[in-house]
């Protein structure tokens, strides 16, 4: 008895096979899937992050901007016309402070230093060629005040700025 096939590859070993390959396939299709559902997850859950972070952008430029102010009147007594910007963007740092829960009382720590900085603002310059002791005397504790309140708020512009990176990171 002669036994022939009916057709070529149905024979036990080529049907075994092309089972076994179909199941492996199978397999890598799903952990394909499933890997590319965590990735999906993961990149969504980085943009909902990075709109999120997107709110300390604003008073970080600002917080940045304030501090560059302020440096530039290191060791040199202002008046009021000097710290206009720093007064400008004081209001705009105020404005956010209560809609920022998470850097509140940061902000409104910087300020109050901006608000103790600015009433340290030296009078005017009157033409008076020659000024009197005490009134020398004055305007010297005045600008030692003013340069301890620029200390204090460049302290504290340092510490807002590192609670902003620290509530991104988180």
Known sequence: MNSTTLAIGTSAGTLAASIVSSFI???????????HR???????QIRKTDAENTV???????LADL??????????????????DISQTRNMIRGVADHIEAIRPDLTKVVECVDDYLATALPPQTSA?????PDHRAQLVQ???????RADLAQAIS????????VRRN
């Open 25 to 35: 396939l199978g397999a890598l299709a799903l952990y394909g899937l499933l890997h």
């Open 56 to 62: 300390y952008d604003e008073p970080d430029q600002w």
């Open 38 to 44: 965590e990735v999906f997850a993961w990149m969504k």
């Open 67 to 84: 501090y560059k102010a302020q440096c530039r009147r290191a060791q040199k007594p202002s008046s009021t016309e000097d710290m206009e």
């Open 129 to 133: 060629l020659k000024v009197s002791l």
């Open 159 to 166: 510490s807002a700025r590192q609670k902003i990176k620290s």
């Open 143 to 149: 600008a030692m005040k003013q340069e301890a309140a």
